[in-house]
Structure formats: structure tokens, C-alpha cells
């Protein structure tokens, strides 16, 4: 155990540090004497959960606790030298990589590693051909009636993964339970998606074969090692990768991004009215919303705000007369998701929020100036004349609503209920916190001393993981501080949990996702739906760095980047594509 200490006013203070396992029950106690700046003790406790810290008959001792850090291990050698191995090493590594390559690069040349693609491309029209023999029905109907169908389908499925998240345990049940339902959507979508049948289209690009290697590896690290993300990997290749063969295929496909956003607009407004009737806002306890986490609720609202901001873009660029009113439920909308997701204090949500306004407003202005149609000045009024009655309405209606009737919902999982009374431990006082003018984020940026405490302990969690690696994967999350934690980091979850080597066609998949969402906005500065996939492609996939999203099928976020990538599998013209 690591204890630092500052600005103490006395050389020495004596504390005495009291055990608990999971049941509360003390397994051991121990007494040290800490002095100004790092201490280090062997603890004798062995295993446990909980911990209570008492200093007695020392009035008018004064001290800052800077960090309480427990190690499994003692520490082998300090950073500084930790870095230098690793570089030396990582050096090492790459000097045998590169040698390998021009050793081997020519033996290779001749091999088509895009066989097993076309292959798979086949098994997709096979397929195709029996979801039509299912569903024949599909050519014939009006395509903006397929397009509604195909909305409700996204709506429904994001109200899925909402319910489940929020009623059962995502990791032993309700996992099982979205592969499943989350998988017959998609499928049903892909088949409301054909209206003609299926051919080979030109995947023969490194971002289709990067997410075929990572799939594969992670279906061959199932075969070794049991998950509890169990057949992730085959639903990857055939269920979402069918979905994209099939998305190729359509004439018009950004109209798909467009049902995506549309079902995540109708499901803010559900979310909304679900709010204000069942879930108060308290004071001293951040807003988790529909989700029983407010980190979740954060990222959800993030898809909100880039949805709405799509759909002003759209009305910004049309040339013909519309109806104020639609943009104004928009501007709405997005303030009141911002006054919402301020209540949640997720620092990492919040600080992408200016990014991604700031993408927005470099858009409008842009099609301002292109149109020459002067919205973009009308949208800013709009902004200014409604944040105020928008802010305090959704801020009055969350506090009163639920509270006047009665009809407040507390999730069994919900993070920040009333359990106080549960983790009591002897000798111990509860202690309710209290509203404060000063806000998480503020306090967390202005007074943080080191990495740790910005991120919140999540260092930690990286180098518990990192040191824990290996070639063919985990079963589950690392165990650490008397449970499982998740990495809050997916490309170090997803090397964790498959193997260290997937984490290589993970992150270029991301990179390539990124790159083709850049091109083809620049090549297609008009279409808002690129402008979409652009600010998804890096806002969630920042979003990813630095929270638990690599979290298959549970939050709208993980789906839409995935099935979202999938548009520049193909590498067909998009030029005549309409919008």
C-alpha cells in the first residue's frame, strides 16, 4: 500500500487501517505511522473489500491525503525505468517485425488474401436469396414505406437496449438476450433493405480486410478461451457484415443513415417525456436518466445532440420553404439534451461537446455561404431566444414532475441510489453529500494534481490490464479492488479480452473508419449524412479511449459506429447518390 501525504503540520500521524471482506466481516487490522510525502507498507490483511481508516486522539492534526494506492505486487523498479525497458523493447519489436516483412513480403506477394472476402460474399448471397424466398415481398413495396418500416425497426431495437441495460445484468443475462433480438433486427433490416437481388460488390480494400482478420481472431479466441461476449465475432461476420453486403447493394444508401438518425431523434423524445414522468433530478446526485449510469446517459445524449445537428443541416440546406416549427423542435432539442448531459458531469462527454458544436457551426457557415440562404444567422437567434425558457422548463420539470406524483423509478442496478445504509461497515458514520455551486468537471479539471485523479482512477484500471496480458484472451473482466472492473478503455478491452494481437486490426480499422468518413466528406461537402459519419467516426471513437463503450449490443453509440462503418465497405461511385 502507497499513502502519500501533504502540507502536514506535525512530523508523524498514527492511523489504523481496519479490513472487510464482501461481507463486512474484518479480516484483519493493522497500524502505521505515515510521515509527509510517500509511504510504503506491506499490508497483512490478505484478501479484501473494504476498508476503514480511523486516526484517534490526534486533534488538531492537519494533513492533505494526496493518494491511497494498493498494489497487488511491490513495485519491481520505478516508471522512469518502466518506460525506458518498454521503449527498448517496443524498439526491439518492430526491428523484428520490419525484418520479417522484407524477408517474407515477396514469398507472399502472389497469395490473394482477399479469397476469403469474395467468399464470404457468396455465402451473402445465398443468404439474400433465402430472406427473399421469406420475405418476397420486399421488391415490390414503395421504397419510403420500406424506409419507415426500417426506422421503427432502429427505434425499436435502440428501446431494446435500453430496457435490457437498465432492467438486468448486461454481462450474465441480458448480453444474451441482445444478441439474439439485436440480431433478428438487424437481419430484418438487411431484408427490408433488398430490392433487387444481391451481387459481389468490390470489397477488396484494407478496412473490409482488417475487419475480417479482427472477427476471425476473435472467433478463434472463443474457441480457446469461453467469453462472456460469447460469439461476438461470428455475429460481426455474418450478421452485421451480411447487413453491410446488403447496404452496398441498395441505390440509394445514405438514406440508412438517415433512418438511424431519425430513430435516435424519436428515441430522445421518448427518452424525454420518460424523464421528466419517472426519473427526478436531485440535487447532489448526477443524472443518469433513462440509463442507470449517467457515464452511459452521457454518451447517449452525445448521439442525440449529432443527430438533431444533422437535421438542422439538412433543413439549412434546402432551398425551398419549410416550416419553422420543425426547426425549432431541433434547437430544442439539442438544448435541452445539453442542459441534461451538463446534469450527468461525465467529463469525457462533455469536454467532445464543444468539438462537436464547433463541427456543426464550421458546417452550417460553410452552407451559408454556399447556398447564400442566410439561415445560419436565423438558427443563432433561435438558439439565443429559446435556451432560457428551454433550460429552466427541462430543469423544473425534472425536479417537480416525478416528485409531485409519486411515480419515481429506481433501477435495481442504478449506480447513485439510496445504499448508503448497505456498505455501513463499525465504527463508521454515513454521510450524505449535498448540492454544491461548484461543478464536478471544474473541480476535477482545476484541482487535479496528477493523471489519476483526472481520469479518475482509470490509470489504474490500464496498468492492472496491460500487465495482464496475453495471446488468447480472458474470459471476462479483470478482477481488481475485491471486483470485476471493465478497462474503460477498448482498445485495451478488446486486446484483454480476444488477445493482444487483435488490438492491431482493431485500431486500424478505426483509423480506416475515420479516414473514409474524412474523404468522403470532402468529396461530398453537400451530404450531411457523411457529415454524420465524420463527427461519429471520432467523437465515439474518443468516446471509446476513454469509457466502457466496447460493450457489444448494449449502447446505441457501439451500434451505430459498427453498423455505420459499414457504408465504406464499398467502394462504389457515391457522386449520384441522393440524400
Excluded at 481496519?18 to 510525502?37: K, M, P, R
Excluded at 436531485?282 to 452521457?298: E, K, L
Excluded at 445560419?376 to 423544473?396: H, K, N, Q, T, Y
Amino acid at each position: 500500500m502507497k499513502v502519500q501525504l501533504g502540507n502536514m503540520n506535525v512530523p508523524e500521524v498514527k492511523w489504523h487501517f481496519y479490513f472487510y471482506n464482501s461481507a463486512y466481516e474484518v479480516t484483519g487490522e493493522q497500524e502505521v505511522i505515515l510521515t509527509d510525502g510517500e509511504n510504503l507498507y506491506e499490508l497483512d490483511a490478505g484478501k479484501f473489500s473494504f476498508v476503514n481508516i480511523t486516526a484517534e486522539g490526534q486533534t488538531g492534526t492537519k494533513f492533505c491525503l494526496e493518494r491511497v494506492n494498493f498494489y497487488e505486487n511491490e513495485p519491481v523498479f520505478e516508471m522512469g525505468k518502466y518506460i525506458a525497458y518498454m521503449m527498448l523493447f517496443l524498439g526491439i519489436y518492430f526491428i523484428v517485425v520490419f525484418l520479417l516483412w522484407k524477408i517474407f513480403s515477396k514469398k507472399i506477394s502472389g497469395i490473394n488474401v482477399y479469397a476469403p472476402v469474395c467468399l464470404l460474399e457468396d455465402c451473402y448471397i445465398e443468404i439474400g436469396k433465402v430472406l427473399h424466398k421469406i420475405m418476397p415481398f420486399t421488391f415490390s413495396m414503395p421504397e419510403n414505406i420500406l424506409s419507415r418500416i426500417r426506422t421503427i425497426l432502429w427505434l425499436c431495437m435502440f428501446i431494446f437496449m435500453t430496457v435490457i441495460d437498465d432492467t438486468s445484468n448486461y454481462k450474465k443475462v441480458g448480453y444474451n438476450y441482445l444478441l439474439i433480438v439485436c440480431s433478428f433486427i438487424l437481419l430484418l433490416l438487411a431484408a427490408f433493405m433488398m430490392k433487387k437481388p444481391l451481387r459481389r460488390l468490390y470489397w477488396k480494400n484494407k478496412m473490409v480486410l482488417c475487419w475480417f482478420i479482427l472477427w476471425i481472431m476473435a472467433s478463434v479466441s472463443d474457441l480457446f478461451v469461453y467469453k462472456d461476449f460469447h460469439y461476438i465475432g461470428y455475429i460481426m461476420i455474418f450478421v452485421i457484415g451480411f447487413f453491410a453486403f446488403v447496404w452496398g447493394n441498395m441505390k440509394h444508401r445514405t438514406q440508412v443513415i438517415w433512418e438511424m438518425i431519425n430513430a435516435i431523434r424519436l428515441s430522445f423524445l421518448l427518452a424525454c417525456v420518460f424523464c421528466v414522468l419517472f426519473r427526478p433530478l436531485i440535487d447532489g446526485i448526477r443524472y443518469s436518466g433513462i440509463n442507470n449510469n449517467p457515464i452511459p446517459f452521457a454518451i447517449y445524449l452525445n448521439m442525440v445532440i449529432i443527430s438533431f445537428c444533422a437535421s438542422l443541416l439538412k433543413r439549412q440546406k434546402i432551398k425551398v420553404k419549410y416550416y419553422i416549427w420543425k426547426e425549432i423542435v431541433d434547437i430544442a432539442a439539442i438544448l435541452a439534451a445539453l442542459y441534461m448531459e451538463w446534469r450527468t458531469q461525465s467529463t469525457f462527454s462533455i469536454i467532445l461537446l464543444p468539438l462537436v458544436l464547433l463541427a456543426f457551426f464550421v458546417k452550417s457557415i460553410h452552407f451559408d455561404i454556399r447556398f447564400k440562404n442566410r439561415k445560419f444567422a436565423g438558427c443563432l437567434l433561435l438558439i439565443v431566444l429559446l435556451a432560457f425558457p428551454v433550460f429552466l422548463s427541462v430543469d423544473w420539470s425534472l425536479r417537480n414532475v416525478a416528485v409531485k406524483y409519486g411515480t419515481q423509478i429506481i433501477f435495481d442496478n442504478d449506480l447513485f441510489k439510496d445504499v448508503a445504509q448497505n456498505y455501513y461497515l463499525p465504527g463508521t458514520q454515513v454521510v450524505y453529500a449535498s448540492g454544491t455551486e461548484k461543478s464536478r468537471i471544474a473541480e476535477k479539471l482545476g484541482s487535479s494534481k496528477n493523471l489519476d485523479q483526472l481520469t479518475s482512477g482509470r490509470t489504474q484500471y490500464y496498468k492492472v490490464y496491460l500487465r495482464n496480458m496475453n495471446l488468447l484472451g480472458h474470459s471476462g473482466s479483470a478482477y481488481f479492488y475485491g471486483a470485476k472492473h471493465q478497462a474503460h478503455n477498448a482498445l485495451i478491452m478488446i486486446a484483454y479480452r480476444y488477445g493482444v494481437f487483435v488490438v492491431i486490426p482493431y485500431f486500424m480499422l478505426m483509423v480506416y473508419f475515420f479516414a473514409s468518413a474524412v474523404k468522403a466528406l470532402w468529396k461530398n461537402q453537400e451530404k450531411i449524412a457523411f457529415w454524420f459519419l465524420f463527427v461519429i467516426s471520432w467523437c465515439v471513437g474518443i468516446m471509446m479511449m476513454c469509457d466502457n463503450v466496447e460493450q457489444p449490443f448494449r449502447w446505441i453509440c457501439w451500434v451505430v459506429y459498427f453498423v455505420g462503418m459499414g457504408y465504406f465497405f464499398s467502394e462504389r461511385s457515391i457522386d449520384n447518390e441522393l440524400e
